[in-house]
């Protein structure tokens, strides 16, 4: 029997045509943006290489800086050193001058004390008008408290003083030119000699009783014969500074000017003589002054004229009062105010 042979074959697929490929759009312009980038780059390091190089310190060149610096700081430390130094030297100045003040002060506080317990009396026995040492205490007392002028310095020290006078001076006091507000007048004169002058101060006196009351004057006499009288005699030093000229020879200024360049800086040494006039209760109840300028001035000048000159305008009273008119009882100009002088003149 016949036998059928059949033959399969394969079918081969017709080949498919794909289209054709077009580049994706990102990796393009991922591809463009890197193409960017390393132009820039190039760029970069193109503008990197056209600068120049920075010179390299050599081993010498940073010695020589090390070396600058430690000079700089060497220099900055003694710097420091010297300030330091400089303020510690204020500041131990300073204190010195604190503690010398108060120095002083102390021993104006202490010789206040004892000068009050023998004023009261607290260590004496009961006295008489005839054997009264309280008008030659008071006396001693008013040349020591005063001999370096009024404590224009220390408002401690001026008021101690004050105290003083208000203390041991009658309220009616007539003292110099002055027979009202004698108390007053004392201290604007004791203000005005201290601050007038560069420095001021009283030389060692002594103290005489010139009248003294007795028992052989009775018993039946009144308080106001009932004084005492005791004088006080010595030198003051005053140094003549260009305010003392202003404030009180003022017409040397204007029309004397060799006269002024004379005695400006001098120190003048003049004589005084004080005279305490005190009641039955040892109070001051008159004082009188007077200082001798013609005598230390002829000492400088050695010229009676210019002596003259200098003392016929200057503002010094008969009373030996500072800043008075000695033709008139009223204060000058100068001293009641002017532009040209300073705070502590005008207020004194």
Request: a positive charge.
């Amino acid at each position: 029997m016949p036998t059928l042979t059949v033959s399969l074959q394969e079918e081969k697929n017709p080949p498919v045509s794909l289209p054709a490929s077009v580049p994706p759009t990102g990796l393009s312009s991922v591809k463009t943006k890197g193409k960017r980038v390393s132009k820039s780059s190039t760029n970069v390091s193109n503008q990197d290489e056209q600068k120049p190089q920075p010179k390299k310190r050599g081993r010498r060149r940073l010695l020589e800086d090390e070396e600058q610096r430690k000079a700089r700081r060497k220099a900055q430390c003694k710097l420091n050193q010297r300030r330091y130094r400089a303020r510690q030297r204020g500041l131990i100045s300073t204190l010195s001058l604190e503690t010398e003040g108060l120095n002083g002060h102390l021993r104006d506080l202490q010789d206040y004390r004892d000068f009050l317990r023998g004023y009261f009396l607290l260590d004496a026995q009961p006295l008489t008008t005839w054997d009264d040492p309280r008008p030659v205490l008071v006396a001693k007392h008013f040349i020591r408290a005063f001999r370096s002028g009024f404590a224009l310095h220390s408002t401690e020290s001026s008021a101690l003083q004050e105290s003083f006078v208000r203390l041991v001076c009658a309220p009616d006091m007539i003292t110099q030119g002055a027979t009202t507000d004698g108390i007053e007048a004392l201290l604007l004169q004791l203000k005005r000699y201290t601050s007038y002058h560069g420095t001021f101060e009283v030389l060692p006196s002594n103290v005489t009783v010139v009248h003294a009351p007795t028992q052989e004057m009775g018993t039946q006499m009144t308080d106001d014969k009932l004084t005492w009288v005791l004088e006080a005699r010595g030198a003051v030093s005053m140094r003549i500074s260009r305010d003392t000229l202003i404030m009180v020879y003022p017409h040397v200024l204007r029309h004397h000017d060799r006269i002024a360049q004379r005695i400006v800086g001098q120190t003048i040494e003049p004589e005084f003589t004080a005279t305490f006039h005190f009641d039955a209760n040892a109070k001051v109840t008159k004082l009188d002054q007077h200082i001798d300028f013609v005598g230390a001035f002829f000492r400088i000048l050695e010229n009676a004229e210019d002596v003259a000159t200098l003392l016929e305008g200057a503002l010094i009273s008969p009373f030996s009062e500072l800043g008075l008119d000695p033709k008139g009882s009223t204060e000058s100009a100068l001293t009641r105010g002017s532009k040209q002088l300073s705070l502590k003149f005008i207020l004194l």
